[in-house]
């Protein structure tokens, strides 16, 4: 019994120490600005404000946060929507439609799983630019709509993988072509994989600083991961009330997600065995 | 008649479907990877300030790099110093907790969210700006520290030995899908090996050392590789918390890179360096492949 005590305790507040950055930034976008440094040692505020969500929320310039909440929002939507889609295609045809140089093709997507973002950073950047999409959504969006992470094709092929071949042969014998056991069997046996793939690829999107940084130059454009950084950029004043409310609003999506898909996040970061 | 059978017969046909789902990939392999690799592959041999034209200049790029470029050894440095210094430690942490939650208990899932809520948001610029603001002088950090008695009004970020601990800090504290990993895979690992192991009478200590660890030893070999690239090339938390500041000890390879193509409009040497720095992984990868039958336990 007092090993339970002893060790509920000691895991317990290792928690609370490794949650207390958050819980401090939230309650600080609850103080009065000037007084978050002065009153930074007592976790709950004394007066309750909301005037730092007024103030972050007007943004910088003429643009309000809703622009930059909306930007951020179409760019994780529509990417998502194309990493999904291109992801669930290549994945059949990797784990059912066998056929010259798929296995090829399979190794450089494992090769490339292995290739970090910003090793491609400067080239893609340079081939972007002879495209002519530098400032607008595009680099942000379409790449993704070519299954590009290798991530969620690997991941939704193992899905299909555990996928009993008896029911495509089942659906085969009833004169279902290749196409159609994709359609009508497959994609509706695959909404799990949709989940999890939709939960990371969300996420990663949403979080993604760096190609906004590189890709997107109009501040009406921004979204907030960029937005965010304005804040904490030496030339602009330092309101720190409005930098964390702002901070703070911008995890919303993501915890709203850890909580509700939690078992979909730690399963696909299980299954996978790879860091999401 | 026999023409249109024939065509419907060939798009029907297993392979071709193959081909078609997998356009998708191939489309996109070539357009967004292999293209821009190839063109910048051709102007890391160039001097190139992405609005004039590049002029080719052979190696220069590559031996300036490597021979007249002191800041681009101080970046090396300060990566390889972060890389090997936050990714073991912070397997060893998603070990150590993942060890402590095995146990079962009714808290556990809470146990386990909480530890694993600082990954999901940790690469935010939300939690960068946060860490910036901790560790300042006036920041948080200090004020709690003062609040139990120590004295300190140190500018954590100001100091080029502790600047490079604060993201190393950031980087541990996200052990938390690590940790996760590890304990999905404990939890594959026979019972009966352990009931065998205590037959033979042995202990805790010796049970993990004979049959935990060499079992995990393909996940830390695997989360390894993957975390130490990851790692090479940290970006976002070097460019928001120290911009590489103090006198280069945060600038991070990645960082530089940025810092030359775009700052400094030196696109060929950019180029330059993501080539050089894909060779390396490419270099250190197979390296450690070479070192897995020294400790990776072989499960065939």
């Known amino acids: ?276 | 008649m026999k023409k249109y059978g024939k065509l419907y017969k060939f798009f029907y046909k297993k392979s071709t479907v193959g081909v078609v789902m997998c356009l998708p990939f191939i489309i996109g392999f070539c357009l967004f990877l292999a293209v821009p690799m190839g063109l910048s592959l051709y102007y890391s041999f160039c001097e190139y300030n992405i609005l004039s034209p590049a002029q080719f200049t052979g190696t220069g790029n590559y031996i300036k790099m490597f021979t007249g470029d002191k800041t681009f050894w101080r970046a090396v440095k300060a990566t390889f110093y972060f890389a090997f210094v936050s990714v073991p430690l912070r397997l060893l942490f998603a070990l150590v907790v993942a060890l402590i939650l095995f146990h079962q208990t009714k808290m556990t899932g809470i146990y386990r969210a909480a530890y694993y809520l600082p990954s999901i948001l940790g690469g935010s610029v939300a939690v960068s700006i946060l860490w910036k603001r901790m560790f300042a002088a006036d920041g948080v950090v200090n004020i709690l520290l003062n609040s139990v008695g120590v004295d300190i009004h140190f500018n954590w970020l100001g100091n080029t030995k502790t600047a490079i601990w604060t993201l190393v800090l950031l980087s541990v504290w996200q052990f938390g899908s690590s940790m996760l990993i590890f304990l999905s895979a404990m939890k594959q690992i026979s019972g009966e090996l352990y009931e065998a192991a205590e037959v033979d009478g042995a202990g805790g200590a010796k049970k993990f050392f004979s049959i935990t660890l060499p079992l995990l030893t393909p996940t830390i070999f695997f989360n390894l590789i993957i975390q130490l690239i990851g790692g090479f090339l940290a970006f976002t938390q070097s460019f928001i918390i120290t911009q590489g500041k103090p006198m280069d000890s945060t600038l991070f390879y990645a960082l530089y890179m940025y810092q030359q193509t775009f700052t400094f409009s030196n696109a060929g040497y950019g180029s330059a360096m993501a080539w050089v720095m894909l060779i390396f992984i490419g270099i250190m990868t197979w390296v450690l492949f070479k070192t897995k039958k020294f400790w990776v336990y072989d499960q065939g």
């Open chain 1, 1 to 276: 019994m007092r090993n339970k005590i002893i060790y509920h305790t000691l895991v317990f507040s290792f928690g609370l120490i490794m949650l207390y950055p958050l819980f401090w930034m939230l309650m600080s976008s609850f103080k009065d600005s000037n007084t978050i440094f002065t009153t930074a040692g007592q976790l709950i505020p004394r007066n309750f404000t909301l005037e730092n969500y007024k103030n972050g929320w007007r943004g910088f310039g003429n643009v309000g946060f809703g622009s930059f909440f909306g930007n951020s929002l179409i760019i994780a939507f529509f990417a998502t929507i194309g990493t999904l889609f291109s992801s669930a295609l290549v994945a059949y045809s990797f784990a059912r439609c066998e056929f010259k140089g798929s296995g090829f093709l399979f190794a450089a997507m494992l090769a490339s799983m292995m290739l970090p973002g910003q090793i491609l950073m400067v080239p893609q950047y340079l081939w972007y630019r002879k495209l002519g999409w530098v400032g607008g959504f595009a680099p942000l969006i379409v790449p993704y709509w070519f299954a590009i992470q290798g991530f969620f094709v690997y991941l939704m092929r193992n899905f299909i993988d555990g996928i009993p071949r008896d029911l495509d042969e089942a659906a085969q014998i009833d004169g279902c072509s290749y196409y159609a056991i994709f359609t009508r069997i497959i994609l509706p046996l695959m909404r799990p994989a949709f989940v999890t793939s939709g939960i990371f690829s969300f996420i990663w999107r949403w979080d993604d600083f760096m190609s906004a940084l590189l890709y997107i130059n109009k501040t009406a454009l921004y979204p907030v991961a960029l937005a965010l950084k304005l804040f904490a950029d030496p030339s602009s004043s330092s309101d720190y009330g409005a930098m964390f409310a702002m901070a703070a609003l911008s995890l919303v999506p993501v915890v709203m997600i850890f909580f509700i898909f939690q078992r979909q996040l730690v399963e696909g970061i299980a299954s996978s065995g790879i860091k999401g």
